[in-house]
């Protein structure tokens, strides 16, 4: 929790894992560069899960705080594991999260429907007020049943996202959403 000024670059994630590949919880001006995230099994639903809070209750020692910025590039997912949806990247945004900026990625999704490249989760309350901008460029998602999903939690509102230069293939033969919000959130 609260890890700052890091860089990851030129790493290869692979396996398996219960619940994500990756999990941040409270880090700030972190830098994520070509990195690749390869799901082999174990059940987790995540590559990349971020929020300013413990969601898993998992750490005990990680200290909850804000979510500052964030930036992704030239990064590539891949999931093996087809039992179960799989969201590659997953970003509880709220009032302490400042600008997430994910640029030049390649995401190759499970064939599961529901699965998603990016899921997007209200913060809750306690996080109050609207999140930073996240940036979303650049970036070829194949398979899923959705490029974009946002999720409501404990805030109704999810503000300053910004998307371009998207290419999304869902070759499945499966209903599918480039972008898809829950009953009773709304963008801003």
């Not at 371009?164 to 599918?176: A, F, H, K, R």
Request: some cysteine.
């Amino acid at each position: 929790g609260q890890a700052s000024q890091n860089l990851l670059q030129n790493v290869w994630i692979q396996g398996y894992a219960s619940r994500a590949m990756s999990y941040s919880i409270a880090s700030e001006v972190n830098t994520w560069r070509n990195v690749y995230w390869e799901a082999q099994g174990g059940g987790a639903a995540y590559g990349f899960y971020t929020s300013a809070q413990d969601d898993f209750g998992i750490c005990g020692a990680c200290v909850n705080g804000s979510n500052l910025a964030l930036f992704f590039s030239d990064n590539s997912f891949s999931n093996y594991d087809s039992s179960h949806p799989y969201f590659a990247i997953a970003d509880k945004i709220g009032g302490g999260t400042a600008d997430h900026y994910y640029h030049d990625l390649t995401i190759g999704m499970n064939q599961v429907q529901g699965s998603a490249a990016f899921l997007f989760i209200s913060g809750t309350a306690a996080q109050g007020g609207p999140n930073g901008v996240v940036h979303v460029a650049n970036t070829r998602i194949e398979n899923g049943g959705y490029a974009l999903y946002f999720k409501i939690d404990g805030q109704t509102t999810v503000y300053n996202v910004d998307v371009e230069d998207v290419t999304w293939i869902n070759d499945l033969g499966q209903d599918g959403y480039f972008v898809y919000g829950e009953s009773g959130l709304m963008l801003r």
